[in-house]
């Protein structure tokens, strides 16, 4: 009896990210021969997209390399690409610890239009980093003495406010100030608020050292020298899934001989037929569609993962400028509120109150590539809610709030563009995180491949990548692009194992 081989193997990717390009890549430099990538839109990148503005390089998608450093595979590859400065690549850069927010040179602007000295603005920062730490630490305790980060966060620093920030005006500064930075880890997490974020497992996200760096060409590029490596016609776009047919459920009453068991069914009614099926798809998709995505449908326990796991909004408004109104040395632009000093959600209204939850904006560096381009961060319902609005509203409604807190009434941006992640129809959003109730284990059971392990059924028909499928770096592009890799090592070690046992048989 002969036995199957990898190299003959029909292996079908859904999705052409970054996790859906490494699985390819990895399977056919270990020999399948039969690999083929199937992608929604028009193009690949997935979360990754590069766009323009008057000609200046914006990242649409993700921003940064996270932890630009040997342990991260995003910065090995952008190094072997030759695709990073000489500062990203530096020993000292990959050797920097991050834990949490960076201490970047900035700026906070309240809402009376005053600018608060360092003095005025460190309390707040250092406490708001320190607690934040201090929430990392309750990863896998049963002590953890609440069940969520911003019920934790919001306790403490009114604790702390009561014991230590004695007087009136700065202690409601202070308050307003943590309201900011709560916003800005909305935006971290892909959240709409952080009482969604469960306290225990919060510190299950794995920081890697270095300090965070972007691609002075585009983070597409890293994209494009990836798909260069593929065969050509590989990826099919424009072909949207509609049904992933598996354990024969579509194939049985085909008449033909050795018929794969998976199908994918397109919505332009196209098939494909497959012995493997790697689906790479975001998590907010899988949300939407998963009543339909899969036939049979999803297990019961990986369905309830899907719901209970978060999935969440981050948007950037990007701003162009004639002239900087901010210090050459700025790095980020922090928007206080001083009526937000109780700490509540601060959007009553969302049709006129959306702009409050703006964190911040980051001043793109340097110059000479971004010009005068600040990116602003909104993060949650607020941010969704953003993306329906025209471009001149939004535009129109920054304008009047850089107004407020700068203290001058004639300074205007010339040019804005933003990302719309939640109304793309093929993400529903931007990236996952561990919502309140969750724990590694709805990562585990997202990961886990169909049929089930002890099903009599053919092994492997169904496997799934993703960023939010890796429990250390969920919400990241080295998340997903190991995710992607340990799908391919999977199916590698499967035939590597299967033509063992038939040696050992013969």
């Not at 630009?68 to 000292?92: C, G, H, I, K, M």
Request: aromatic content about 10%.
């Amino acid at each position: 009896m002969a036995v199957h081989s990898g190299a003959d193997t029909r292996v079908l990717i859904i999705g052409a990210g970054i996790s859906g390009i490494g699985a390819a890549q990895k399977l056919l430099r270990q020999g399948f021969r039969n690999v083929r990538i199937i992608e929604a839109t028009s193009r690949s990148g997935g979360r990754v997209k590069t766009g323009r503005l008057g000609g200046k390089i914006l990242e649409i998608g993700a921003n940064w390399i996270h932890g630009p450093s040997q342990e991260n595979p995003v910065f090995r590859l952008a190094t072997q690409y030759q695709l990073l400065d000489d500062e990203s690549l530096s020993e000292e850069n990959q050797s920097i610890e991050v834990d949490s927010l960076p201490l970047l040179f900035s700026t906070w602007l309240t809402s009376s239009g005053k600018k608060l000295e360092a003095e005025e603005s460190a309390p707040a920062l250092e406490v708001f980093l320190m607690l934040l730490k201090k929430c990392q630490e309750f990863y896998n305790n049963n002590r953890a003495p609440i069940s969520s980060v911003g019920e934790f966060l919001k306790t403490e620093v009114l604790r702390i406010s009561k014991e230590e920030w004695k007087d009136d005006e700065p202690r409601k500064l202070r308050q307003a100030q943590f309201s900011t930075l709560m916003k800005l880890e909305c935006g971290v997490n892909g959240t709409s608020t952080m009482d969604d974020v469960d306290l225990r497992s919060f510190g299950m996200y794995k920081c890697l050292p270095g300090l965070d760096c972007t691609f002075p060409g585009g983070y597409d590029g890293l994209i494009t020298h990836m798909m260069t490596e593929l065969p050509k016609d590989i990826v099919l776009f424009n072909k949207q899934v509609k049904c992933i047919h598996w354990n024969n459920d579509r194939s049985r009453s085909s008449a033909k001989e050795g018929t794969c068991p998976v199908t994918v069914e397109c919505v332009n009614g196209e098939t494909f037929e497959a012995d493997h099926v790697i689906v790479t798809i975001p998590l907010g998709y899988m949300k939407k569609h998963h009543n339909t995505l899969l036939n049979p449908p999803f297990p019961q326990h990986k369905l309830h993962s899907i719901q209970r796991l978060g999935f969440g909004t981050n948007n950037k408004l990007f701003l162009e400028f004639e002239q900087p109104f901010w210090d050459k040395d700025c790095e980020v632009i922090f928007l206080l509120w001083e009526d937000e000093y109780d700490l509540q959600n601060p959007v009553s209204d969302m049709k006129t109150d959306w702009i409050r939850k703006l964190s911040c904006f980051t001043v793109l560096k340097p110059t000479e590539r971004y010009g005068h381009v600040l990116c602003g961060w909104i993060a949650g319902h607020e941010s969704e809610y953003m993306e329906t609005l025209p471009e001149e509203d939004v535009l129109r409604t920054v304008t009047q709030v850089l107004h407020k807190f700068t203290g001058n009434p004639t300074m205007a941006p010339k040019l804005l563009t933003r990302s719309q992640w939640f109304h793309d129809p093929y993400t529903c959003g931007s990236y996952s995180y561990v919502a309140k109730g969750c724990s590694g284990q709805d990562i585990d059971n997202l990961a886990e491949p169909l049929p089930l392990t002890g099903s009599k059924a053919e092994p492997l028909q169904v496997l799934f990548a993703g960023e939010a499928t890796h429990k250390s770096f969920f919400s990241t592009v080295h998340g997903a692009l190991l995710a992607g890799w340990r799908e391919a090592d999977r199916l590698v070690s499967h035939y590597s194992l299967s033509q063992r046992k038939f040696k050992a048989n013969l």
